[in-house]
């Protein structure tokens, strides 16, 4: 995919930088790193999210222990089109704002239905099959509900759920533009929020075992960098 045109650009002496999947076989990829390394240039995957205001204030607070020692996060993606190209397309990037954040994954649960049955080797098609206005060509499935549990190196678990609705999105995810692009992010001290395709929404709320701060209301909080111009 782009292993072969990378290591020409490295061995020419260029920076590279290339699309997810960076390559399609973990052997692939170690050409990729070890042609970089010979040749003294960075080769970079399009992560561009870690960059935004929002993702940048969420790494300095977790680091600086705004919201104490975080246990756990949650993705919830629903769009109108198919789980399955949704991951592929859209969800990589969650899941790398959760390595960003917290760690590299060491486990992951993967289980994935449609229409309320398991998927089976018939609902595997072709993807723009499933989803017509899909610009990559390939295999898919045609699932209507994807879910991963992770853990990171660090101990926090993750669940990332992907739908396929037409419904408006939830009160709850009212920060996430379309309910999409939504990490909530719990420590024992606090909870956050935040749009990680966004360059500012970002909100968090105290966490007590306090009665009259148990229904503490999240409170928009601004980025560490003024947006761009």
């Known amino acids: 995919l782009h ?28 050409r990729m790193i070890a042609a970089a390394d010979k040749a003294g240039k960075c080769l970079a995957v399009h ?6 205001n929002a ?25 109108g089109r198919p789980p399955a190209y949704d991951l592929f397309e859209v969800g990589i990037h969650a899941v790398d704002m959760l390595e960003h954040f917290f760690g590299p994954i060491t486990e992951v ?9 398991d998927v089976t080797l018939e609902d595997v098609a072709r993807v723009q099959e499933i989803y017509p206005q899909g610009r990559d060509a390939g295999l898919g499935v ?21 739908f396929l609705t037409d419904e408006e999105p939830a009160p709850a995810f009212e920060a996430g533009s379309r309910g999409g692009d939504l990490i909530e992010i719990c420590g024992f001290a606090g909870q956050m929020q935040m749009n990680w395709s966004s360059q500012s929404v970002l909100r968090s709320k105290p ?6 701060s ?3 209301e999240w409170k928009e909080v601004s980025g560490t960098r003024d947006p761009e111009p």
């Not at 045609?142 to 992907?162: M, N, P, Q, T």
């Open 207 to 212: 966490f007590s075992l306090d009665r009259a």
């Open 3 to 30: 292993c072969e045109q990378a290591i020409v650009a490295l061995r020419h002496g260029c920076h590279v930088i290339v699309q997810k999947p960076m390559a399609l076989t973990l052997e692939g990829r170690d």
């Open 55 to 79: 993702a940048v204030g969420v790494k300095e607070r977790i680091q600086g222990g705004f919201i104490g020692r975080v246990h756990s996060a949650k993705h919830v993606r629903k769009e």
């Open 109 to 117: 649960y993967a289980d994935m239905a449609i229409d309320g049955r």
């Open 214 to 216: 148990s229904n503490a």
């Open 47 to 52: 992560h561009q999210w870690r960059f935004t």
């Open 142 to 162: 045609r699932a209507s509900y994807i879910h991963l549990h992770v853990k990171c190196e660090g101990g926090v678990r993750a669940d990332l759920d992907f």
